[in-house]
């Protein structure tokens, strides 16, 4: 279903008309110098949770059942996948679907595009080999040129 945008103001002057839209889609109102606002009926808000949860659940049945082959169908949605390596692709998998269904479970969605960022930051130092190179040699960490206080 695809979304109807409108301007908060429209909203504010014609709020019976933007409501009778929610009958047939969601309606994103787009606020100047704010973040876009989504409004949607609770039903459908619902069944897309509801759908969610049920597809986390599955991608982790798959990830314990058949690892090999979602780690591989993974790089079909995330092409930079290709730059882990086998062994990371099946842990990116596995790490993947657990933060799915843990996030479905509280409707949180954040903690994965955090994930997904982390692991897309490591395919990046896997495609770069002098950059990998550089990161896994010895280096000094360095605080403002001198070393952070001790950790007590």
């Not at 409004?39 to 059942?65: I, K, P, Y």
């Not at 090999?68 to 790490?95: C, H, I, K, N, S």
Request: aromatic content about 6%; proline content about 8%.
């Amino acid at each position: 279903m695809q979304a109807v945008e409108r301007s908060f103001s429209d909203f504010l002057r014609h709020p019976k008309e933007v409501v009778a839209e929610l009958a047939e889609h969601d309606v994103v109102l787009r606020r100047r110098n704010a973040p876009a606002l989504r409004l949607c009926r609770v039903d459908r808000d619902e069944s897309r949770t509801e759908t969610f949860n049920a597809l986390a659940r599955l991608l982790r049945n798959l990830a314990a059942h058949s690892p090999v082959p979602l780690a591989t169908a993974l790089g079909d949605v995330y092409p930079w996948v290709q730059y882990l390596p086998r062994e990371e692709r099946e842990l990116f998998a596995e790490e993947l679907t657990k933060e799915l269904l843990a996030s479905a479970s509280i409707d949180v969605f954040e903690p994965v595009a955090l994930l997904v960022g982390a692991w897309k930051a490591t395919a990046e130092v896997h495609a770069d080999p002098e950059l990998a190179r550089r990161l896994a040699g010895p280096h000094e960490i360095t605080h403002g040129g001198r070393l952070p206080p001790p950790i007590l």
